[in-house]
């Protein structure tokens, strides 16, 4: 086990633990607003391209995309539940990545985790899918991470080709201590609640 994948164990064990009584609350007001589902899960693309299920705690009405497919939610997105909006903003909705982590799904650290015919607008209005957008194959080397370079320093809603120059930049120059820095600013973040910030998040 090299010191990366020993790093996430010991942090996703840690955090599962300690985060428990959270669970019990998030439920609870997931379930009082709607009544609805209190986990929402969804296939991802891993390393080397392997499908997994990434688990999370909803944040949309149910049934988001019923009328518009794999899309990335926007600016005030009417899909977010008020609830929601605290969760994506703290990032308390991807708690339960954590159990992803300690599994070996994911990593702290790395790109996110996109779905399989996930579509965007493109930079010529057109939709895209992002399996076809440069660079997708390559940040597909390694695993996918709840943080990272995009997660942190991409603006938040430039388009997904812009966001892979980010991941390649990891991908590229990645090491330990670097990790070490990324988590680190990822929970100043979440203390601000800046995480759906549309300028810089810390």
Not at 54 to 65: G, N, P
Not at 138 to 159: F, H, S, W
Not at 163 to 181: A, E, G, P, Q
Request: glycine residues 10%; charged residues 30%; aromatic residues 10%.
């Amino acid at each position: 086990m090299n010191a990366k994948r020993l790093l996430d164990v010991l942090l996703s064990g840690t955090g599962l633990i300690a985060s428990a009584p959270l669970w019990l609350v998030i439920s609870g007001l997931i379930k009082l607003e709607d009544g609805g589902p209190i986990f929402f899960s969804q296939e991802r693309v891993g390393e080397h391209g392997r499908a997994f299920l990434a688990l999370k705690f909803r944040s949309m009405i149910t049934d988001a995309e019923a009328r518009v497919g794999a899309i990335q939610s926007g600016k005030n997105d009417p899909r977010v539940t008020r609830v929601g909006k605290v969760l994506r903003a703290t990032a308390m909705d991807e708690l339960p990545q954590l159990w992803n982590i300690f599994r070996g799904d994911m990593s702290f650290v790395g790109p996110r985790a996109l779905r399989p015919g996930e579509i965007e607008v493109n930079g010529r209005g057109t939709l895209e899918r992002l399996e076809d957008v440069p660079g997708f194959e390559e940040r597909c080397a390694v695993r996918p991470g709840l943080t990272g370079v995009a997660q942190i320093y991409a603006p938040r809603d430039i388009i997904r080709r812009h966001k892979f120059r980010y991941d390649r930049l990891y991908i590229r120059h990645r090491s330990f201590w670097l990790d070490l820095r990324l988590i680190a600013l990822s929970f100043w973040i979440t203390f601000r609640g800046a995480w759906e910030s549309r300028d810089r998040k810390f």
